[in-house]
T-cell receptor
Framework: DGGITQSPKYLFRKEGQNVTLSCEQNLNHDAMYWYRQDPGQGLRLIYYSQIVNDFQKGDIAEGYSVSREKKESFPLTVTSAQKNPTAFYLC?????????????FGPGTRLLVL | QKEVEQNSGPLSVPEGAIASLNCTYSDRGSQSFFWYRQYSGKSPELIMFIYSNGDKEDGRFTAQLNKASQYVSLLIRDSQPSDSATYLCAVNYGGSQGNLIFGKGTKLSVKP
């Protein structure tokens, strides 16, 4: 069953704590992305990766870190430097279709601060 | 600043009617355009994409693109209560990275 999985579905963070959100895909997509969605807001890009061992900052990278050691995996760490982490986090992967990239989303992780 | 604008709604239509969702974008270099549907509490689901001027039909959905007017729309024919969701317009402004800029979405409510 091909797709994108994210875990956990809900995550609670204590003050000063780093937490890691998992994203795995078995679609053989090269590119992967992390977005943040706040209520009533559009999706904002945190980080993206086009190939293994390479990634670039998006519009709101401060307070976040990522790694891309395997094509299938793109974990996101929310560090203690991110002062307002409560949001819905979405991972996506994309495939080039001849005229452009088409992105598909995982089910998301909702992060809440205790 | 590249922007994608959508009317936040809510847009309310009766069951069986045509729902028309609109999106404008600021960058003339934009190359591909996407419509996602997002149910409350869920992740976005791709409905359609369009690259060329004109209409593209898929079942009850039609995407329309007018690059000269920097305008893309989504028509939903025979709207059903199950179509009630937020619809996100996304624009790829080109380049190799495949990044999308998303609008804030239009909330659609289909009344039985």
């Amino acid at each position: 069953d091909g797709g994108i999985t994210q875990s956990p579905k809900y995550l609670f963070r204590k003050e000063g704590q780093n937490v890691t959100l998992s994203c795995e895909q078995n679609l053989n997509h090269d590119a992967m992305y992390w977005y943040r969605q706040d209520p009533g807001q559009g999706l904002r890009l945190i980080y993206y990766s086009q190939i293994v061992n390479d990634f670039q900052k998006g519009d709101i990278a401060e307070g976040y870190s990522v790694s891309r050691e395997k094509k299938e995996s793109f974990p996101l760490t929310v560090t203690s430097a991110q002062k307002n982490p409560t949001a819905f986090y979405l991972c996506a992967s994309s495939i080039y279709s001849g005229v452009g990239e088409t992105q598909y989303f995982g089910p998301g992780t909702r992060l809440l601060v205790l | 600043q590249k922007e994608v604008e959508q009317n936040s709604g809510p847009l309310s239509v009766p069951e069986g009617a045509i729902a028309s969702l609109n999106c404008t974008y600021s960058d003339r270099g934009s190359q591909s355009f996407f419509w996602y549907r997002q149910y409350s509490g869920k992740s976005p689901e791709l409905i359609m994409f369009i690259y060329s001027n004109g209409d593209k039909e898929d079942g009850r959905f039609t995407a329309q693109l007018n690059k000269a007017s920097q305008y893309v729309s989504l028509l939903i024919r025979d709207s059903q209560p199950s179509d009630s969701a937020t619809y996100l317009c996304a624009v790829n402004y080109g380049g190799s990275q495949g990044n999308l800029i998303f609008g804030k979405g239009t909330k659609l409510s289909v009344k039985p």
